[in-house]
């Protein structure tokens, strides 16, 4: 997916901010559909704002970055943008091969279980954060867009929730 660079340097104007060695933060959390979910942020502008990085390991992988705001004073709720892996969704591909063959069975069977593919894209989320944005605990997130098949290419919306502890 092609990012307008416009968009991305008014987004990041808009969002000023200093990082201190103590602003750097790592979480570890897993959902739907991305079981593993290793991240690390940086808090920006007073504790109100993140920036995150992520890899996302499940039914398919990928990886995205993310913002995220506060929207209330005890930093409980935020809501952010987020760009690259949204989702998984099944390859529609049929098992070629007409034949009813035993190796045929078993490797449609494979291809079966191996055909999911990330959704890259643009989208929104939101987060409860226990402890508040920022700090130490646990946080449920969710993400929803629209973007492009892996392989694909098709356009389409996904999305997924996850849990994660951040230290």
Known sequence: MKVNSFCL???LTLCTFSVSANDVSFSIGGGYPYFVIPEVSLSANEGTQ????NYKIGFDD???VGFEHALTTDKKHALGLVIGALGVQEDDDECGGTEDSLGNIIGCG???IFDDETTNGL???YSYLFSGLNESGWR???DLGYGEGSISNEKRADGG???S???
């Open 161 to 163: 929730v996850s849990v």
């Open 50 to 53: 993140r920036w995150y990085a």
């Open 165 to 167: 502890y951040q230290f």
């Open 9 to 11: 340097a008014s987004l």
């Open 123 to 125: 989208g929104l989320s």
């Open 110 to 112: 494979f291809i079966e």
């Open 140 to 142: 449920v997130r969710f």
């Open 62 to 64: 990928g990886f995205s």
